[in-house]
């Protein structure tokens, strides 16, 4: 880190701590909290130098009459610098507010960029103020900024440092004491760059099929917000793109197959045991993953060990047809319908509590937790 990015950092911290965030039940969109705001960087010794907070600042000061963040965005979609700074506001990154970070890009397959094009930005952190600095904070969505918006040009960012971090904290470890020996030949034990290079190409495909579908993403966003039908959407875009890995021959095989193993591992190990014992969105997913993989011979539980069947390929690409059958009928159905068949679908392979109105754990999975602490 520099030192003068270090005392930009220092700074925003600074202001931070003045500013707090909401915790008196000040609405931070108010033109008095901006006000205030706009006062701390215009006073600011070294941050009001930066450009994009003189975008920021800029913004700022027509908030009122526009409440949108366009030179702000405009900054960062254009990659004049390598810099990111707004104030954001996300009910599930809750220690964001203003913040700070600088990041380098990472390199990306071209085939893969092209055939695959999305506007996701794989990035390695390379200093940031404390509100990035928080385990959960893996990724910034355009609508995390205080404006709330997403636009089509919009870039959407993954900090790949803090994937690999998770990766060899919890996933690794369930690698090695959960599966069969061999499950993972390329994954397990891999160095950081390579499940470096398997965590951008994630998040590339990942993206890209979103958008992909008879019922895509944001378009039907209101559609799948229900925790179990958002975990089902997270499902079916990393099957979507499990299957790539596996069948985009004008990939390089060897990094293709890499990324295959990467996302299987971190779909059906880690999220599963997240949330515990009140299973978040992506645990859901996992659980319904688990048992319908089970239910049709794409993987064997043989006491403590997950076995995958050479069937396997061949089940994922038939649950991700299941899911497409059901979205397809939007074309001559109802939204609530349909929503209601992915609901069932959803619920017919995992475990719902009618009593609780939530769903819970596959015990493998609870055991797992306790025993490994992860």
């Known amino acids: 880190m520099s030192n003068e990015i270090k005392v930009v950092i220092e700074e925003v911290n600074e202001i931070r701590q003045r500013l707090g965030k909401a915790k008196d039940g000040t609405d931070v969109r108010s033109p008095e909290f901006l006000g205030t705001l706009l006062t701390e960087l215009e006073s600011s010794e070294h941050l009001r130098e930066q450009p994009i907070v003189r975008a920021f ?42 913040d700070y970070l600088t990041y380098e890009t990472l390199p990306a397959n071209p085939h893969l960029a092209a055939r695959y094009a999305s506007n996701t930005m794989p990035v390695n952190i390379t200093a940031s103020s404390d509100g990035f600095q928080s385990r959960v904070v893996v990724a910034l969505f355009p609508e995390n900024h205080i404006d709330g918006r997403q636009d089509p040009d919009d870039l959407i960012f993954y900090f790949i440092n803090k994937f690999v971090e998770r990766h060899n904290l919890v996933t690794r470890k369930m690698i090695d004491e959960v599966m069969a020996p061999g499950s993972f030949p390329l994954i397990q034990g891999a160095d950081d760059d390579r499940v470096e290079g398997a965590s951008a190409w994630w998040v590339r495909l990942h993206e890209f099929h979103h ?72 645990a859901v997913a996992s659980q319904l993953l688990f048992n319908y993989l089970s239910d049709n011979n794409g993987i064997a539980l043989r006491g403590e060990r997950i076995h995958l069947t050479p069937e396997l390929p061949a089940v994922l690409a038939g649950f991700l047809g299941e899911i497409q059958r059901i979205e397809r009928r ?33 015990p493998f999975f609870a055991e797992v937790k306790e025993r490994l602490q992860v």
């Open 330 to 362: 939007i074309r001559t159905e109802s939204v609530a319908d349909v929503r209601a068949g992915l609901l069932e679908f959803t619920n017919a392979y995992t475990d719902y509590d009618e009593v609780a109105k939530d769903y819970r754990h596959i």
């Open 211 to 282: 958008r992909q579908g008879d019922m895509p993403i944001p378009d039907y966003l209101d559609a799948k917000k229900l925790k179990p039908l958002a975990g089902l959407e997270e499902l079916r875009v990393d099957v979507s793109s499990m299957l790539v890995c596996l069948n985009d021959g004008e990939l390089p095989a060897d990094e293709a197959r890499s990324a295959y193993e990467y996302i299987l591992a971190e779909r059906l190990l880690r999220y599963a045991v997240e949330g515990i014992p009140r299973p978040n969105y992506d």
């Open 57 to 98: 600042m800029g913004d700022l000061r027509t908030y009122g009459e526009q409440p949108r963040l366009l030179g702000t965005k405009n900054h960062i979609n254009t990659e004049r610098d390598n810099h990111l700074f707004s104030f954001f506001d996300a009910s599930y990154f809750p220690r964001l507010s203003l």
